[in-house]
């Protein structure tokens, strides 16, 4: 892998993005999955006819091993997103280790692209409250402007610093260092169902949850967006989920 020169420098100007992405790429899942796998322990190996053939005991099945957290059959199936989102939102997400693979871009083998994350107007952006017991309230007009502002003014600056580096011959590892955390990333996350549970568990809030969680907003987003796509692969286990409480077996 050589080094970036001036050829290779973007002429590109930053461009600002409120929103996130994720696409499913590909996926192996389905609720026969679960059956299968669960019904091994008690009738050994069957044919998907014989598993789905009576759906009201399927469903039953499945909101049982939900309610009473029998959780290995939920990991017998995959789902890989695409996700593009700011690096701050990345750092929080591989918390999640168990029942996940990641492959991110990397800023030591291609040239970063300038593309930033900055709140819409309808992000929340006063903390009120101590730790442990705050809440986010709407942000004036003069608190968007000025959080707009110093953070399209920061990004210019940086990604300046960083084109200079590059165009002066050093190497991306070592220039990238000036880049913000709001700087968009993308990766591909590969993921169970069970494990996807326990992420939508503490990354989003619903009124059905058992256990209240405060996610940052941003990843939120990325959670409702995973959210929506699992639940058209996996309808039974997914009204289990929320049956019982949004918490993962």
């Known amino acids: 892998m050589t080094e970036s020169t001036t050829e290779d420098v973007t002429t590109d100007k930053p461009t600002f993005r409120s929103d996130v992405t994720v696409e499913l790429v590909k996926h192996s899942a ?18 998907l006819e014989e598993i789905t053939k009576d759906p009201e005991r399927s469903k039953g099945l499945i909101n049982y091993l939900m309610r009473d957290r029998h959780g290995s059959p939920f990991e017998h199936n995959s789902m890989t997103f695409f996700i593009s989102a700011p690096i701050f939102v990345f750092r929080e997400f591989m918390r999640h280790r168990v029942g996940w693979s990641y492959n991110e871009e ?56 960083y084109q200079e580096m590059l165009a ?10 000036v880049l913000p955390v709001g700087l968009f990333s993308s990766m ?12 939508l568990g503490l990354r989003t809030q619903h009124e059905l949850a058992a256990v209240p969680s405060f996610p940052q907003r941003e990843i939120e987003m ?18 289990a989920f929320n049956k019982n409480g949004r918490v993962a077996p």
Not at 168 to 177: D, L, P, Q, Y
Not at 188 to 199: D, G, K, P, Q, V
Not at 226 to 239: D, F, H, R, S
């Open 222 to 239: 990325v959670g409702e967006k995973m959210e929506a796509e699992w639940a058209k692969l996996m309808p039974l286990t997914y009204a």
């Open 30 to 47: 389905a609720d026969s999955d679960v059956l299968w796998a669960a019904r091994v322990s008690t009738a050994g190996e069957q044919s």
């Open 106 to 161: 990397s800023g030591r083998y291609r040239e970063l692209q300038p593309v930033f994350y900055v709140p819409g107007q309808d992000r929340k952006l006063v903390q009120e409250g101590r730790p442990g017991k705050y809440v986010f309230v709407e942000g004036t007009e003069a608190q968007h402007e000025v959080t707009t502002r110093a953070m399209e003014s920061a990004y210019r600056d940086a990604y300046e610093a």
């Open 168 to 177: 002066a011959g050093v190497a991306r590892e070592v220039a990238r260092s």
């Open 188 to 199: 591909y996350a590969t993921c169970n169902a069970r494990s996807l549970m326990h992420f």
